[in-house]
């Protein structure tokens, strides 16, 4: 294909004028000498007013008020508790006596009123807490004043305190202390006859006289005991005797058991010269016969101390049951004689139950008398908060107000905001004229119908845009991207047929479908176009180009575009019809501008919205994966969009808003 070349008027930046950068410069001073004039005064006059300012300091004290017992739970009690102190705080009579305390001097408040403006009572939010404050220019005072408050206001508490209890209580005390003698009465009567009676314990079981008896009772019926073990323990000394085994003694259980070790021991030895040598042989030796005679006198001694042993056994026994039987017999004589003494002192002792009654109902009644006083107590402390200095004012280190150092900022930050406004205004009623646009002429390469290039008729804009600012690039290979103004500049600039070339790219259409379509494959009334070929789909028209073709529909076989003998226009001669469009809106870098450019802009534009790469497909139809990954760069950081999540209308395409009534 032969190309050939036409020159087209394109406009550029101004050219280089002396005199208009020296007016700019001399602009650009007086700009700096207004902000600095501007800044300087205002600095100036906002730190005098600053620094001008007398120091207020602040000295606070905080108290606690528990108003569970005076409020019903919950924020609206506590603030309710919160409020009648802050009246009490707050009373005439309670401010002229901390004033009169106070005494006058420089720093204090001359009058009740003033005092009641220096001072102040708030309640900090969710807390049962109330702050006390005092604002003044004498720290030292202020915290004496607080302090003074805080003193005057507890003892009026208390004395009002005082002064209900006094009256409320004096029938309630008297009763109790009635009650108090009564009881001290008969209780020292009740001590007096148990002193009369021998009456020990309010148990009944417990006294001497009944405790005697109870214990004769206890010592028969072990001497009972004891004489039936003593029977039993004579009975089974007679039967072992009889049976021809004595019982031993424990006493002489350790002799025994030593004889009985030593019996053993030479019967052994004797055994043994007996088994060897013969008894004449015995008799003759000294040491044999030595051992046969011991053993003899051992076995001897062991019968002696069992029959005697035994004998004593059956002695003791004896002696025993008779001493049991003994005192059964005495302690038998003592519980008849004690029946008579336990019957007097059942009487007296019932007298004194009947004292020990009368003394317990006194002691309930007056117990009741101090749960009423004490109830009528709580009940009027229940009446008044509770109040509590969790701290008291001291004196202030640091002015309360004002701040100096963030004023000061703020003054001169303020300074500096005026002088930027100033200059401002200077550029927005006061700007300098505009020079002169230059003309430039620029050789573009432009596709004829046929073979070579067409020449383009050539025009000067009268305005021209600013050059297309370098967006974001995805390869060298792919299109230029247009900005909205390069577009709307574009359609400002379009014959019709162009402008409906202009905008079916930003339908979704490529630069073969747009070249293909005829008004059968438009349908009007729905504003739908259906794209033919291998990636046959349907797609919404803008409103915009769907008003702008339904005035301009031809038969259904005609193509869109057509020449003068009604042929089609290939897609080379729409790129001509778009490559004047752009001419003649004055957009820079204008070879770089045509359909495939127009068709990126606008999938760039979906993309940088959010949407989903893979929904791409749904517009353009039938494309290779490796070309729709190239537009991630333009993807925003977040999870991909929906085509339905998203707005397909490129904004240039819109109907331009109604002018507000």
Same mark, same amino acid.
């Given at each position: 294909m032969s190309r050939v070349f036409a020159s087209i008027p394109v406009p550029e930046r101004l050219a280089h004028d002396p005199a208009a950068e020296a007016e700019a410069a001399a602009e650009r001073r007086r700009r700096r000498l207004l902000f600095a004039a501007v800044f300087v005064v205002g600095s100036v006059v906002g730190l005098a007013y600053t620094f001008a300012r007398p120091a207020q300091y602040?000295?606070?004290?905080?108290?606690?008020?528990?108003?569970? %017992? %005076?409020?019903?739970?919950?924020?609206? $009690?506590?603030?309710?508790?919160?409020? !009648?102190?802050?009246?009490? +705080?707050?009373?005439?009579? *309670?401010?002229?006596? !901390?004033?009169?305390?106070?005494? &006058?001097?420089? $720093?204090?408040?001359? #009058?009740?009123?003033?005092?009641?403006?220096?001072?102040?009572?708030?309640?900090?939010?969710?807390? $049962?807490?109330?702050?006390?404050?005092?604002?003044? @220019?004498?720290p030292r005072r202020l915290a004496?004043?607080?302090?003074?408050?805080?003193?005057?206001?507890?003892?009026?508490? !208390?004395?009002?305190?005082?002064?209900?209890?006094?009256?409320?209580?004096?029938?309630?005390?008297? /009763?109790?202390?009635?009650?108090? /003698? /009564?009881?001290?009465?008969?209780?020292?009567? +009740?001590?007096?006859?148990?002193?009369?009676?021998?009456? #020990?314990? +309010?148990?009944?079981?417990?006294?001497?006289?009944?405790?005697? *008896?109870?214990?004769?009772?206890?010592?028969? =019926?072990?001497?009972?005991?004891? #004489?039936?073990? =003593?029977?039993?323990?004579l009975g089974a000394v007679r039967d072992a005797e009889a049976r021809g085994q004595p019982l031993v003694r424990e006493q002489d259980r350790a002799t025994l058991a030593t004889l009985q070790r030593q019996a053993g021991t030479l019967r052994a030895q004797v055994e043994t010269y007996r088994n060897k040598y013969t008894p004449q042989y015995i008799a003759i030796n000294p040491e044999m016969a030595h051992a046969v005679r011991d053993l003899d006198e051992v076995e001897k001694e062991i019968r002696r101390l069992t029959q005697s042993s035994a004998q004593a056994q059956l002695i003791e026994a004896e002696q025993n049951l008779a001493a049991a039987r003994a005192a059964e017999a005495d302690l038998q004589a003592q519980i008849g004689a004690q029946k008579t003494t336990v019957a007097r002192f059942s009487a007296r002792f019932a007298e004194h139950e009947a004292l020990q009654k009368e003394l317990e109902q006194l002691e309930t009644l007056l117990r009741d008398t101090r749960t009423r006083l004490a109830q009528a107590q709580v009940d009027r402390d229940g009446r008044f908060a509770r109040v509590g200095i969790v701290s008291r004012a001291f004196v202030p280190d640091a002015p309360f107000y004002p701040h100096y150092g963030r004023d000061a900022v703020l003054s001169v930050v303020a300074a500096a905001l005026l002088g930027l406004l100033a200059v401002a205004l200077r550029r927005l009623f006061v700007a300098p004229p505009a020079p002169a646009p230059t003309t430039l002429t620029q050789l573009i390469a432009v596709a004829a119908p046929g073979a070579g290039m067409l020449p383009l008729p050539g025009a000067t804009a009268a305005a021209a845009l600013p050059a297309a600012p370098d967006l974001p690039r995805l390869g060298q290979a792919l299109p230029r991207e247009l900005t909205l103004l390069e577009v709307r500049a574009l359609l400002d600039a379009a014959d019709e047929p162009t402008r409906w070339l202009v905008m079916l790219p930003f339908c979704g259409l490529s630069r073969d479908e747009v070249a293909s379509l005829s008004w059968q494959h438009l349908d009007l009334d729905a504003g739908r176009v259906r794209v033919p070929g291998r990636g046959e789909r349907v797609l919404a028209l803008p409103a915009l180009l769907a008003t702008a073709l339904r005035a301009a529909a031809g038969p259904a076989a005609?193509? *869109?575009? =057509? @020449?003068?003998?009604?042929?089609?226009? @290939? =897609?080379?001669?729409?790129?001509?019809?778009?490559a004047c469009a752009v001419c003649d809106a004055g957009l820079s870098r204008p070879a770089e501008i045509g359909l495939d450019a127009l068709h990126h802009s606008y999938l760039a534009f979906l993309v940088r919205q959010g949407l989903r790469l893979s929904e791409l497909r749904r517009l353009v139809g039938a494309t290779s994966s490796a070309r729709l990954a190239g537009y991630?760069?333009? &993807?925003?950081?977040?999870?991909?969009?929906? +085509?339905?999540?998203?707005d397909t209308t490129y904004p240039a395409l819109r109907p331009p808003a109604l002018p507000a009534a």
């Amino acid at each position: 294909m032969s190309r050939v070349f036409a020159s087209i008027p394109v406009p550029e930046r101004l050219a280089h004028d002396p005199a208009a950068e020296a007016e700019a410069a001399a602009e650009r001073r007086r700009r700096r000498l207004l902000f600095a004039a501007v800044f300087v005064v205002g600095s100036v006059v906002g730190l005098a007013y600053t620094f001008a300012r007398p120091a207020q300091y602040r000295s606070e004290a905080t108290l606690r008020v528990d108003a569970s %017992t %005076t409020a019903p739970a919950g924020a609206d $009690g506590a603030e309710r508790a919160a409020a !009648v102190e802050r009246e009490l +705080l707050s009373d005439h009579e *309670l401010l002229k006596t !901390v004033l009169e305390r106070v005494g &006058s001097g420089p $720093g204090v408040p001359a #009058s009740v009123v003033a005092l009641g403006e220096a001072l102040s009572v708030q309640r900090v939010e969710d807390t $049962g807490l109330l702050r006390l404050a005092a604002v003044g @220019d004498d720290p030292r005072r202020l915290a004496r004043l607080v302090n003074t408050w805080l003193d005057v206001y507890r003892e009026r508490q !208390v004395a009002s305190r005082d002064a209900e209890a006094a009256a409320a209580d004096g029938e309630l005390q008297r /009763q109790l202390a009635a009650l108090e /003698q /009564q009881v001290t009465e008969r209780r020292a009567a +009740l001590e007096r006859f148990r002193e009369a009676n021998d009456i #020990s314990s +309010l148990q009944r079981d417990e006294n001497q006289v009944l405790a005697r *008896l109870k214990g004769l009772n206890e010592a028969l =019926a072990k001497a009972t005991q004891t #004489s039936v073990d =003593a029977r039993a323990r004579l009975g089974a000394v007679r039967d072992a005797e009889a049976r021809g085994q004595p019982l031993v003694r424990e006493q002489d259980r350790a002799t025994l058991a030593t004889l009985q070790r030593q019996a053993g021991t030479l019967r052994a030895q004797v055994e043994t010269y007996r088994n060897k040598y013969t008894p004449q042989y015995i008799a003759i030796n000294p040491e044999m016969a030595h051992a046969v005679r011991d053993l003899d006198e051992v076995e001897k001694e062991i019968r002696r101390l069992t029959q005697s042993s035994a004998q004593a056994q059956l002695i003791e026994a004896e002696q025993n049951l008779a001493a049991a039987r003994a005192a059964e017999a005495d302690l038998q004589a003592q519980i008849g004689a004690q029946k008579t003494t336990v019957a007097r002192f059942s009487a007296r002792f019932a007298e004194h139950e009947a004292l020990q009654k009368e003394l317990e109902q006194l002691e309930t009644l007056l117990r009741d008398t101090r749960t009423r006083l004490a109830q009528a107590q709580v009940d009027r402390d229940g009446r008044f908060a509770r109040v509590g200095i969790v701290s008291r004012a001291f004196v202030p280190d640091a002015p309360f107000y004002p701040h100096y150092g963030r004023d000061a900022v703020l003054s001169v930050v303020a300074a500096a905001l005026l002088g930027l406004l100033a200059v401002a205004l200077r550029r927005l009623f006061v700007a300098p004229p505009a020079p002169a646009p230059t003309t430039l002429t620029q050789l573009i390469a432009v596709a004829a119908p046929g073979a070579g290039m067409l020449p383009l008729p050539g025009a000067t804009a009268a305005a021209a845009l600013p050059a297309a600012p370098d967006l974001p690039r995805l390869g060298q290979a792919l299109p230029r991207e247009l900005t909205l103004l390069e577009v709307r500049a574009l359609l400002d600039a379009a014959d019709e047929p162009t402008r409906w070339l202009v905008m079916l790219p930003f339908c979704g259409l490529s630069r073969d479908e747009v070249a293909s379509l005829s008004w059968q494959h438009l349908d009007l009334d729905a504003g739908r176009v259906r794209v033919p070929g291998r990636g046959e789909r349907v797609l919404a028209l803008p409103a915009l180009l769907a008003t702008a073709l339904r005035a301009a529909a031809g038969p259904a076989a005609a193509p *869109l575009w =057509a @020449d003068a003998d009604g042929q089609p226009l @290939d =897609a080379a001669e729409l790129e001509a019809m778009l490559a004047c469009a752009v001419c003649d809106a004055g957009l820079s870098r204008p070879a770089e501008i045509g359909l495939d450019a127009l068709h990126h802009s606008y999938l760039a534009f979906l993309v940088r919205q959010g949407l989903r790469l893979s929904e791409l497909r749904r517009l353009v139809g039938a494309t290779s994966s490796a070309r729709l990954a190239g537009y991630g760069v333009l &993807s925003p950081p977040m999870p991909g969009l929906a +085509l339905e999540q998203i707005d397909t209308t490129y904004p240039a395409l819109r109907p331009p808003a109604l002018p507000a009534a």
